[in-house]
T-cell receptor
Framework: AQSVTQLGSHVSVSEGALVLLRCNYS??????LFWYVQYPNQGLQLLLK??????LVKGINGFEAEFKKSETSFHLTKPSAHMSDAAEYFC????????????FGTGTSLTVIP | DGGITQSPKYLFRKEGQNVTLSCEQN?????MYWYRQDPGQGLRLIYY???????QKGDIAEGYSVSREKKESFPLTVTSAQKNPTAFYLC????????????FGDGTRLSIL
């Protein structure tokens, strides 16, 4: 069965500093991996996805993530945090066997300090 | 533009009342989903449907019901049997291809009067 672990329910960074949000997954077959962002009182917006092509995936708003099979990780990074990046971030996994079923992590709340 | 529309944005329910949350999509997606989100928690799956006239229970289906009479629509009814309905409800849809993401609406916040 698939599962997702997001280490750190709350992360604070200074404006301009590196953002690193951690996601580890478990899957018995090659996974599809996704990062979503949620602003207050809104739905989830797709940031980026990994679907077995390039292991370094670039997304919107300057975010990127690297799929590391050996570490079963898909950490989200951004070189320089902006105040507008403050939001909740969710990692999700699915796979070819359960393609329509997604498994979400519990989320990481990002605070950006001016 | 294609997307998912949830209505209303805010909904208030009296105890003992059933309420229905609307979810409509014009993305021509086969699969649709309902999630519940509580403060500081992740998403919990209530129901999902992969095709018209068929749906499956998710992890927390008790106290909820759904229908899927049209491809575009997947309404969720919160019944009086749901003892703690106050939450943020999210609807999502997805293309049938397994490697595609789910797309989300903007949510409905349900509160008990």
């Amino acid at each position: 069965a698939q599962s997702v672990t997001q280490l750190g329910s709350h992360v604070s960074v200074s404006e301009g500093a590196l953002v690193l949000l951690r996601c580890n997954y478990s899957s018995s077959v090659p996974p599809y991996l996704f990062w979503y962002v949620q602003y207050p009182n809104q739905g989830l917006q797709l940031l980026l996805k990994y679907t077995s092509a390039a292991t370094l995936v670039k997304g919107i708003n300057g975010f990127e993530a690297e799929f590391k099979k050996s570490e079963t990780s898909f950490h989200l990074t951004k070189p320089s945090a902006h105040m507008s990046d403050a939001a909740e971030y969710f990692c999700a996994v699915s796979d070819i066997n359960t393609g329509n079923q997604f498994y979400f992590g519990t989320g990481t709340s990002l605070t950006v300090i001016p | 533009d294609g997307g998912i529309t949830q209505s209303p944005k805010y909904l208030f329910r009296k105890e003992g009342q059933n309420v229905t949350l609307s979810c409509e999509q014009n993305l021509n997606h086969d699969a649709m989903y309902w999630y519940r989100q509580d403060p500081g928690q992740g998403l919990r799956l209530i129901y999902y449907s992969q095709i018209v006239n068929d749906f499956q229970k998710g992890d927390i289906a008790e106290g909820y019901s759904v229908s899927r009479e049209k491809k575009e629509s997947f309404p969720l009814t919160v019944t009086s049997a749901q003892k703690n309905p106050t939450a943020f409800y999210l609807c999502a849809s997805k293309d049938r291809r397994s490697n595609q993401p789910q797309h989300f609406g903007d949510g409905t916040r349900l509160s008990i009067l």
